[in-house]
């Protein structure tokens, strides 16, 4: 009998492990990042949530990155409306516990990376929960956050979505060799990277558009200004984006900069909602 038991505990957990991992890739693109280099402060937690996955970093107590993918809102979800919640939770999945009051009086905005207004409006109330997780939060400066950040994060679910069948995107911040620390040691980024891959309907990736922000912008800046390669991104993260991707295909794509099949100039001067 307990033979039997023990059989079936490890076929449920095999079950679950494998529904959990195919659950997490089909929240990223062309497979999970890989670290580019071997030092401890690159390793990662992953942590699926409804409608995005991150790789979360206990040492830097930051996401590293924030993959979820974005589709052109139809007009019931442009109409949904989700009050926005008061309060950012802790996340139990943590291991040392980030709160909501370890930013305040900072001089930091708690920014997400898996933004609330899309995530909610594609993937509904729980999936915004769950962008006000703090493992979904690191620290901007209010004119990044609210200006620069908002702009890039508004042209993306309203405008680039429009260009391709689907947009899958990776975000997240980017350090310096020693980092600042709060007082709670949350690690401050230096800058913060947003990469798009435009998608076919063939689910063939035909373009990809990245972005570097530092944390000292003014907020008026056109977007056009902090074009990047995907190439320059993993070069400063030190993670290898889309390594499933043809070798052929990812060489050409992470390599260009080419911002015209995203229609860029035309949102590039968009002023910010703040």
Request: charge should be positive; proline fraction near 5%; aromatic fraction near 14%.
């Amino acid at each position: 009998m307990r033979i039997i038991l023990l059989v079936l505990t490890l076929m449920l957990s095999s079950g679950w492990l494998w529904l959990e991992q195919h659950a997490r890739d089909g929240l990223v693109y062309q497979g999970m990042p890989d670290r580019l280099n071997t030092g401890w402060q690159y390793w990662y937690r992953i942590l699926r949530n409804e409608g995005f996955v991150l790789g979360y970093s206990d040492y830097r107590l930051n996401p590293v990155w924030v993959s979820y993918e974005l589709r052109a809102l139809n007009r019931e979800q442009k109409q949904q409306r989700y009050s926005r919640p008061g309060h950012f939770e802790k996340d139990w999945r943590s291991i040392w516990p980030v709160t909501h009051d370890d930013y305040t009086r900072t001089g930091y905005d708690r920014g997400h990376m898996a933004p609330n207004y899309a995530i909610s409006r594609l993937y509904g109330r729980k999936a915004q929960l769950d962008s006000f997780l703090m493992t979904n939060i690191t620290p901007q400066k209010p004119n990044l956050n609210r200006k620069l950040w908002q702009r890039l994060e508004e042209a993306a679910i309203d405008h680039f979505s429009h260009q391709f069948y689907r947009v899958q995107v990776i975000t997240g911040p980017i350090f310096s060799d020693n980092p600042h620390r709060l007082k709670s040691l949350i690690q401050v980024p230096e800058s913060f990277y947003k990469v798009f891959v435009g998608i076919d309907k063939q689910d063939q990736a035909v373009s990809m558009l990245a972005f570097v922000m530092p944390q000292d912008v003014k907020g008026s800046e056109p977007l056009t200004k902090f074009v990047v390669s995907v190439d320059e991104v993993e070069q400063r993260t030190g993670y290898d984006f889309f390594s499933q991707l043809n070798d052929v295909q990812e060489t050409k794509l992470e390599a260009t900069i080419d911002d015209r099949p995203w229609n860029l100039k035309q949102v590039a001067r968009k002023p910010s909602r703040y």
